[in-house]
């Protein structure tokens, strides 16, 4: 048996989802800005998936705009925002995906701003409290924390930091990747300047994204090059890709109550057989329901010496699963999230996530494998 527990990283692709786009790359390949027939055929396709995706999100199509991923979304509301705001501050915290710390730290390197950090405790919760002091003791700031960490899946509570945000006029992005289509945005209440989505963690492809940027804001693109996207990035759009997005997300929303109650009852049983099969484990971050991404569960093993050795034993075993973020994944340099929250840096971590895909049959197997693998090392 081989067992994928690394959704967070990436998920397969819906095979409704890979239906729809066949349909277009069979079908439909004029170029969307072409005037032609051809052109026009594959434009309405675009703005079908753009009116889908923003009637989901209770926005405007027109604060919808696509790109190549969750990436390229967070740095084009990073850098326009520092750019064309004038901004000089930035408020984020030490647990960030690296699409937003590295860019913030290359924004600090360039001297283009100052970056404070809000202080998050042992699970990975943001202090609302030290993020209102940072606010009113600085000039106009950005922002930037996200809705759940894909590490340790802690949740930060985005509508409350919104509402903080606007008592003290500051421009909120909130990287958004890990929750799209796992949890139901209403922007026409929830106070946010910038979501971002990537296609490949809901089961849509790799490659695509977009980033929602909401009416009151104006920023200049990130990338030049061509008046696509309303003149906001440059490039001829990603057209099946695009469609698979909003079929992917129109799957997700369809069926997000089912799968959530199902996900987080494969998330419970998982925990629960590790607590009785492995003396000592504990769990990073939040794992409550209410506090904690449904998909993720970070499991701290007691100290043995297996260290990294432990994520290819699984791997030899048949059990896909990540040390942490999988941008970490084959390196030396370990979690930042890990040392954020000040775990344990002896104890071997590793992150299972699922998906509706995943079996309690698969969980099972993961765990004996685990016992045995446990049981050699000790």
Do not use: W
Request: aromatic fraction near 8%; charge should be negative.
């Amino acid at each position: 048996m081989r067992v994928y527990f690394d959704n967070a990283a990436t998920t397969p692709v819906d095979k409704e989802v890979l239906q729809e786009m066949i349909q277009v790359m069979e079908n439909q390949f004029g170029n969307p800005s072409s005037i032609h027939a051809h052109g026009r055929e594959v434009r309405t396709l675009l703005e079908r998936a753009r009116k889908t995706v923003a009637n989901l999100f209770h926005a405007s199509p027109s604060e919808f705009f696509f790109t190549s991923g969750g990436t390229e979304a967070d740095n084009m509301a990073i850098k326009g925002t520092v750019a064309d705001y004038g901004i000089k501050h930035v408020i984020s915290s030490r647990i960030e995906h690296h699409a937003v710390s590295h860019t913030l730290e290359a924004l600090q390197e360039s001297g283009a701003i100052k970056l404070s950090f809000v202080d998050v405790d042992a699970k990975g919760n943001v202090d609302l409290q030290h993020l209102e002091e940072l606010l009113r003791s600085n000039e106009r700031s950005l922002v930037s924390l996200m809705h759940a960490n894909n590490e340790i899946g802690t949740l930060t509570d985005i509508v409350k930091v919104g509402d903080i945000c606007e008592q003290y006029q500051a421009i909120f992005h909130c990287d958004t990747v890990q929750t799209m289509g796992h949890y139901r945005h209403d922007l026409s209440k929830l106070k946010v300047h910038f979501l971002v989505c990537a296609a490949h963690k809901l089961h849509g492809p790799k490659g695509v994204g977009f980033l929602y940027i909401n009416h009151a804001i104006k920023i200049k693109p990130l990338l030049f090059g061509g008046s696509q996207e309303r003149n906001m990035r440059g490039g001829t759009e990603n057209i099946p890709g695009i469609v698979g997005l909003a079929k992917a997300l129109e799957i997700a929303y369809r069926d997000m109550d089912a799968h959530q109650q199902y996900i987080q009852g494969l998330k419970s049983y998982m925990k629960q057989r590790l607590e009785e099969s492995i003396p000592g484990v504990t769990f990073n971050g939040e794992t409550a329901p209410e506090k904690s991404l449904y998909t993720v569960l970070n499991v701290s093993f007691p100290e043995s010496g297996m260290g990294d050795m432990l994520l290819f034993s699984l791997d030899i075993a048949g059990i896909s699963a990540s040390g942490g973020s999988a941008c970490s994944s084959g390196t030396d340099i370990g979690s930042h999230v890990l040392r954020g929250i000040h775990a344990d840096p002896n104890r071997p971590s590793i992150r299972f996530s699922f998906s509706k895909y995943n079996t309690k049959e698969e969980i099972d197997f993961a765990i004996e494998k685990i016992k045995e693998i446990c049981s050699e090392k000790a």
